[in-house]
């Protein structure tokens, strides 16, 4: 599938790749990338010359219909892991179980430190545990990856990508943090190695850091998002109301002016002796 995928993309977005000789040729290492769109799953294991065994959400791998079959195909034959991200209990820890695996295997395992794809293009925190614990654990270097422009090729809940932009991948130096080797059980040490790696996606990707967690952001975002859709229908409603009261208020004073104008019709008639003539109606 990789054969496949990976000329085609070459053809219509023609994406770069700058210090792809940061990754070794052998042995395990970290890949920690930002997340700005599905793509980044496409374009990083597709191009680069080893595998990368990427945690994809298990959506991805049963999604009915045609493009999820081929969704499907694709994360397996690039080697990606299925994992539960449902909230079911001991589902974390199988999915850095897995990593340690790939990893004593000596290949690359990837990860997306924020956790979630970011909603708005900013860099956001790094969630404690993966990262840091499989790193820690393992001993194995974590290299920084930053994707550039992929959420224009393919913003967030868009199907079909956008062909005018080339998207880029730049690969940092990699990190050694066997300093702490041993103490992925010291929370402190965990924050300390997450936010070192976020700071090298920072600095390659060139992105605003914010220093909430993604999860959060999209939650804000989505109350944001109903409060003002609320306040446009409040709005709306109280336009609608106003406008009715003032077309009533109009109604009213040309029925009253109607009034105005029989009274004085009669009036006129009554003191000159004739029959008022009928004037006109609302």
Do not use: C
Not at 98 to 105: E, P, R, Y
Not at 155 to 173: D, E, L
């Amino acid at each position: 599938m990789k054969m496949i995928v990976a000329p085609l993309l070459r053809i219509f977005f023609r994406p770069w790749i700058e210090g792809e000789e940061n990754i070794p040729t052998e042995g395990a290492a970290i890949i920690a990338s930002n997340h700005l769109s599905f793509s980044d799953s496409f374009f990083f294991p597709a191009l680069i010359k080893r595998r990368v065994t990427f945690i994809a959400k298990a959506e991805y791998f049963n999604t009915p219909g045609i493009k999820g079959r081929l969704t499907a195909a694709f994360f397996k034959g690039v080697g990606q892991l299925p994992v539960d991200r449902s909230g079911v209990r001991g589902a974390g820890e199988a999915a850095i179980r897995s990593a340690i695996a790939v990893l004593d295997g000596g290949e690359l395992f990837g990860v997306y430190p924020e956790g979630t794809r970011s909603p708005d293009g900013k860099l956001y925190r790094g969630k404690v545990g993966g990262l840091a614990r499989v790193a820690l654990a393992t001993g194995a270097p974590v290299i920084p990856v930053a994707m550039i422009d992929t959420e224009k090729v393919q913003p967030p809940g868009q199907v079909i990508p956008n062909f005018g932009t080339r998207p880029g991948i730049r690969i940092g130096r990699p990190l050694d943090f066997s300093r702490y080797h041993g103490m992925e059980n010291d929370r402190f040490i965990l924050r300390s190695v997450t936010d070192e790696v976020m700071y090298e996606i920072m600095r390659l990707s060139g992105q605003e850091y914010v220093d909430i967690y993604a999860t959060a952001a999209k939650r804000q975002i989505a109350d944001d998002k109903k409060k003002a859709d609320a306040e446009r229908k409040a709005a709306a409603k109280a336009e609608k109301a106003e406008a009715e009261a003032e077309k009533a208020a109009a109604d009213k004073a040309a029925a009253d002016k109607v009034a105005a104008d029989k009274a004085a019709a009669t009036e006129k008639a009554e003191q000159s002796g004739q029959e008022p003539k009928e004037t006109g109606s609302a």
